[in-house]
């Protein structure tokens, strides 16, 4: 873009291209005559080249002193798993798999189809399935993909209770001004790491030079794994770092007199469906486990799971090698009494995964049988069932009864799957006596089948409103809870309370109250933008309901709008009954200019959102 | 706090000729010997730290990136193909690539340290009032810092930048362009 500089100088850009250039081009170019002639701009030039040169010149500082040391520590955590190991190691880490961990495998795949092997099962229980998925995708990730240095480090992996423990932490700049530090702690029940649990304090790190904390804690008397992060002493901060970057923060295990770690901490961290430890992490607690519990039926099964395979090129080849190593198991552990409840669930979920219908059916027959109080076992009897026909659900559902015993955290799985064969059976009685189980603080259903029968029944009215207040209160209180290793958790508590008071509002429509409906729609829509985020599209079409039904049109074909230009392709739909629903307020043109607004507000609600999330720090 | 020892490594190199006891530690560190890694991190760690430094402004994203350099090293070195008078060149792009990846990623945490702040005004008060050039360029965008220091301290052409960083060769010039300018303003504007 060429300006006329006749009796002007040059621009600034044109006199800074003209700095990048050979000074022997000074004559052929229009700016490099002016600049030839003009003193002014050839001071321009020299002062842009000095720029350059100053940063050259500028003395910056070298490596620190303690990088190096921080290198080493970062390799030698990399060593038990990354790819960068040594031959050495990985043949020793082989040896031990094949030697001491794992029964002598048989040779008898008994004809199964490939096709079989391949097929993945929907079941999602427990233990094995998502940890082998989750090595299997990591696998499959690019070859250089590196370990990640670690703020957090621990001295030790494995700790008695009460045994103090010592943390380093190199802090994110956001808690680098802080005199000292809290040490928040994860401590999951049976070994689940809940990313929503509340935090608990662990302890203080102190500042101990520019960049480093330092401070001592130690692991609770009952705990089998805790995970560690660091915070400033609100929790308003917590790094999260390594979640962020797909690594488990520091974790340490229970261990026994003799500092190793105990069995079923071993089991509890690498049978822990949610939050699978990354595979460097993982790859390590397994090698421990087969130094230390060569002979255990779990270590058998959780240290192939999350054995390192360095290339896993063919899936089938895997499904295959997992089938024989299964059928070996089964036929060691098939008479052996006294197992485990978690060696019985995985046996069972393994053969679920693996199509073996015959021996997971018998596993889970005899988890029933050894555990019946294991929150598993109700979900892996009811998933082979999953499938059947509509007219047999009612039967399936009436054999189930007494082994869904009570609703806890597992039996969650157990009940989404009664509740599916219950809305196929068409038995209405079943499905209100299983939608009854649902959760209390879980609404979901309500905006669906049963809403009609809440109209017409003022009690059943009246006791879900109580319900919703209840769920409320809940939510309010996790908004102002303690911190939690998911960073928005907060923020989706003041979410779900919206949902839930949105809900709220639907029931006041639903018994006739348009008018207070409408209000407190409008409140739950203007809480949204104002915090900013964009309202969920079921606040705007109950609203739109309730605009609809006060003859407010032009304000129901703007939310309909709104909730018709989501992206989620079901709420779309609505658009198919809009002219239905505006009557003879509906035109073309007029919905045509709806949908065009909503889809500005959407883009700068969203915009204004992300934009208030950044300034949050993500 | 130790800095990695000089021995082995060296002795599997004649040290008469650096070359060639460059190119057998290049060897021994793609073969996973630690103590030629350490060699190496003597001899470009703090190129490798100053490079990152300068492009990500932040002493804690400059360990980071450097320790992702070394820790990768052994297996990155699969990809080098160079002779042992490239590595110099070969390294300090590596830990370009990675500075621009971390600042990418969205890992590196924008809020400028205490102790960046406090150079800042130390930097000043050396200088009686003036502002370093350092401290300067800390006060640029990102957008404008990197095109800025890729160009006149790495030497990559535009077209390189932009690739670099995924943008038009048009807007690498822009943002070199506008870098100086407010860098020019900044440092008049000081004194």
């Known amino acids: 873009m060429m300006r006329p500089t006749i009796g002007l100088h040059p621009a600034f850009d044109e006199l800074s291209a003209f700095a990048d250039r050979a000074d022997t081009e000074v004559t052929r170019s229009r700016v490099g005559r002016h600049v030839a002639r003009c003193a002014t701009c050839r001071h321009a030039v020299a002062e842009i080249r000095a720029l350059g040169e100053a940063v050259r010149a500028s003395e910056m500082p070298g490596a620190p002193a303690g990088l190096w040391a921080r290198i080493e520590r970062s390799l030698d955590n990399d060593v038990a798993s990354g790819p960068g190991r040594s031959a050495g190691a990985e043949r020793s880490v082989a040896i031990a798999a094949t030697r001491d961990a794992e029964p002598p495998a048989s040779d008898s795949p008994k004809g199964r189809g490939v096709s079989t092997t391949i097929r993945r099962t929907s079941l999602g229980i427990v233990l094995v399935v998502g940890a082998l998925a989750a090595v299997m995708a990591m696998d499959a990730r690019e070859p250089l993909a590196a370990a990640t240095p670690r703020r957090l480090t621990t001295d030790r992996d494995f700790a008695r209770p009460g045994m103090p423990i010592t943390l380093h ?96 901490a071993l089991i509890a961290a690498l049978g822990g469906e949610r939050g699978s ?100 076992a109700p979900a892996l009897w009811i998933d082979r069932y999953r499938d059947v026909p509509n007219d047999s659900a009612a039967v399936v559902l009436r054999a189930f009864e007494p082994i869904y015993t ?4 597992a039996n969650g799985r157990a009940l989404e799957r009664a509740l599916m064969l219950a809305d196929r059976s068409g038995d209405s009685a079943l499905v209100r006596r299983w939608h009854a189980r649902i959760d209390p603080r879980n609404v979901s259903w309500l905006l669906g089948s049963e809403l009609p029968r809440l109209a017409d029944d003022p009690a059943a009215l009246a006791d879900v409103r109580r319900r919703l ?80 039904r006060l003859g407010a049109m032009d304000d129901a074909r703007a939310d309909l709008a709104y909730v018709a230009t989501t992206e989620n392709w079901q709420l779309q739909r609505v658009g198919d009954s809009v002219a239905t629903l505006l009557g003879s307020a509906y035109s073309k043109s007029s919905w045509n200019d709806a949908l065009r607004n909503a889809r500005a507000f959407h883009r700068q609600c969203w915009v204004d959102s992300r934009d208030a999330r950044s300034r949050a720090g993500g | 706090m130790h800095r990695p ?58 360990e980071d990136v450097t320790q992702d350099v070394f820790v990768r090293l052994p297996r990155a070195l699969a990809g080098f193909t160079g002779t042992s008078a490239m590595f110099g060149a070969w390294i300090r792009r590596v830990a370009v690539r990675q500075a621009l990846m971390l600042l990418r ?12 702040v406090a150079n800042l005004f ?70």
């Not at chain 1, 790094?239 to 970057?245: G, V």
């Not at chain 1, 595979?279 to 390590?284: D, I, P, Q, W, Y």
């Not at chain 2, 990623?105 to 960046?116: A, F, I, K, Q």
Request: proline share 4%; net charge negative.
């Open chain 1, 469 to 548: 207040m209840d769920a409320i209160t809940d939510a309010e209180g996790r908004m102002h809870g303690g911190p939690t290793l998911y960073g928005r958790s907060r923020f989706f508590a003041w979410y779900e309370r919206q949902r839930l008071r949105t809900r709220l509002a639907a029931l006041q429509l639903v018994a006739g109250d348009a008018m207070g409906a409408k209000s407190a729609l409008d409140s739950i829509a203007h809480d949204m933008e104002m915090k900013p985020s964009c309202p969920t599209p079921e606040t705007m079409r109950w609203r739109a309901e309730a605009s609809r």
């Open chain 2, 105 to 116: 990623s969205g890992r590196r945490r924008r809020e400028v340290t205490v102790e960046g």
């Open chain 1, 169 to 264: 932490y190199r802090p994110i700049d956001a808690l680098a001004h802080e005199r000292s530090l809290t040490v928040w702690m994860l401590v999951p029940g049976k070994g689940e790491m809940r990313f929503d649990q509340a935090l608990e304090r662990a302890g203080v790190l102190r500042r101990v030079s520019g960049l480093d904390f330092t401070g001592t804690v130690a692991l609770p008397d009952s705990a089998l794994m805790v995970t560690f992060v660091v915070g400033d002493s609100t929790g308003d901060i917590i790094d999260r770092t390594e979640l962020r970057n797909g690594q488990m923060p520091a974790v340490v295990l229970a261990a026994d007199s003799a500092g190793r770690p105990r069995l079923d």
């Open chain 2, 122 to 191: 130390a930097a000043a008060d050396d200088t009686l009032g003036r502002l370093t050039i350092d401290a300067a360029l800390q006060r640029l965008t990102d957008e404008h810092r990197l095109v800025f220091l890729l160009k006149e301290v790495e030497g990559y052409e535009h077209r390189e930048i932009a690739e670099l960083l995924d943008i038009s060769v048009a807007n690498s010039e822009v943002r070199l362009h506008r870098a100086r300018r407010e860098l020019r303003e900044l440092l008049r504007g000081s004194r």
């Open chain 1, 277 to 376: 430890p990354d595979r460097a992490t993982s790859s390590r607690w397994a090698a421990k486990m087969r130094d230390l519990y060569p002979s255990a039926p779990e270590t058998w099964i959780l240290s192939d799971v999350h054995a390192q395979r360095s290339v896993i090129g063919d899936i089938v080849k895997l499904f295959e090698s997992r089938e024989r190593k299964y059928y070996s198991w089964h036929d060691r552990l098939e008479h052996r009494a006294g197992l485990s409840a978690e060696t019985e669930t995985m046996m069972a979920a393994l053969g679920w995964e693996l199509m073996d219908t015959t021996r997971a059916e018998f596993w889970v027959t005899r988890l029933l049988h050894d555990h019946p109080e294991s929150p598993s």
């Open chain 1, 406 to 409: 009570r609703p806890n955290e």
């Open chain 2, 5 to 62: 020892r000089h021995a082995t490594a060296v002795s599997l190199a004649d040290d008469d000729d650096p070359a060639r006891a460059l190119r057998d530690r290049i060897e021994a560190t793609r073969l996973g010997d630690r103590e030629a890694l350490g060699e190496l991190f003597i001899e470009f760690g703090d190129d490798v730290f100053r490079r990152a430094l300068r492009l990500t402004g932040s002493r804690a994203d400059a």
